[in-house]
């Protein structure tokens, strides 16, 4: 049994345990990445077992994968700086202190959710409805994670690029070949590929267009959430991180820019994170080995990134953990377990490859 097989066997007894429906998982290295999944595509309307090629609802995996690697690159590009204020890309925006690298980092006092924000519709109506709300804290003085503020992150790039959904194709998925990692499945005649989500009273079974409201309120294309995408696409993000920005001849971003992530830029705060990422911290829940120098994601809906620049490798977990209904909690748990079980075996499996056996 390899590193990834081990882990397997943790997600086919939570899925016997009926604490997921199944999942799409990868142990993703520069010498061959191994791929698995375990369980069911689908509960409800009927069952239908997961494959490899599942597509499944990021959620907020989108801010690090899509929306933090297109303002990297309009940095790069010279269209502003990470010390930028929002209100310079946005100038109805009234709190002028907020900073572009404050939104990457949650320490922008930008409030991450209101309920009141379901009674709109559109780009328009919903910034005019969050833009003008007070800040929870002065900018740049504590952390607190904000949905908002990456919804606003999306509409500043969107001011230099058009389209977030279709810079994002043109200049990282498909440069990387990552062809079926999408905003709008379903819309796209990828629906039938799908883990659906939640099953809820004003949208039924949601299958192929995003699960969170705030995006599905922006047509399904927005900063904080949107993306879908399968393991083997997401491989090859991953080992673009580890390769410096490059991999299979298309430069994502600059080497100086990965190393930018591999920085800590909230340390003394509630919580450890790098521009779009989580980084190092032991309250993430994503299991006790991670290395000094790592990154780290989750989406509501029950997925996760893991990028480790120490062993250079990295973690894939796509669940539908909210399928049907989001009762089902145990993810954390779940992807602890995942991470601890992996991370020994494949640090067992090197140090036996370096000994020769």
């Not at 062809?179 to 629906?191: D, I, M």
């Not at 390769?243 to 190393?259: F, K, P």
Request: charged share 25%; with cysteine; proline share 3%.
């Amino acid at each position: 049994m390899n590193a990834l097989d081990y882990g397997k066997k943790i997600i086919d007894s939570h899925v016997r345990d009926k604490e997921i429906p199944g999942a799409c998982f990868a142990l993703v290295t520069r010498e061959g990445t191994r791929f698995g999944c375990a369980g069911y595509k689908s509960l409800v309307p009927r069952l239908e077992k997961v494959s490899n090629d599942t597509l499944y609802d990021l959620a907020s995996v989108t801010k690090a994968v899509s929306t933090t690697t297109v303002v990297l690159k309009l940095i790069e590009e010279g269209c502003f700086t990470l010390d930028t204020p929002l209100s310079d890309l946005l100038p109805d925006f009234p709190h002028k202190k907020v900073t572009i690298k404050q939104i990457l980092t949650h320490t922008s006092g930008i409030c991450h959710d209101d309920k009141a924000y379901k009674a709109f519709y559109g780009k328009s109506d919903i910034w005019n409805f969050f833009k003008n709300k007070p800040l929870e804290f002065e900018p740049g003085t504590d952390l607190s994670y904000s949905d908002f503020g990456y919804i606003a992150l999306g509409f500043a790039a969107e001011k230099f690029v058009g389209s977030l959904e279709t810079f994002s194709e043109k200049t990282i998925f498909q440069p990387l070949k990552m062809n079926e990692t999408v905003y709008r499945p379903a819309a796209k005649g990828l629906g039938h590929r799908c883990a659906p989500t939640e099953q809820t009273a004003d949208r039924g079974i949601i299958c192929g267009e995003v699960h969170d409201g705030k995006a599905w309120r922006l047509s399904g294309v927005s900063g904080n959430a949107g993306l879908f995408s399968t393991t083997a696409d997401l491989s090859r993000f991953v080992l673009m991180l580890l390769n410096g920005g490059e991999w299979d001849g298309a430069r994502i971003l600059s080497e100086s820019t990965v190393n930018l992530l591999k920085r800590c830029y909230t340390q003394g705060y509630s919580a450890r994170r790098t521009l779009g990422w989580i980084c190092n911290d032991p309250a993430a829940k994503f299991g006790d080995y991670y290395s000094d120098v790592c990154l780290f994601h989750t989406g509501f809906a029950g997925t996760s990134v893991y990028v480790d620049f120490v062993r250079r490798c990295g973690i894939l977990l796509l669940t539908n953990r909210i399928h049907p209904s989001r009762d089902n909690v145990k993810i954390q748990e779940i992807r602890n377990q995942f991470h601890n079980v992996v991370l020994l075996h494949f640090d067992e499996e090197e140090r036996l490859k370096q000994k020769g056996e």
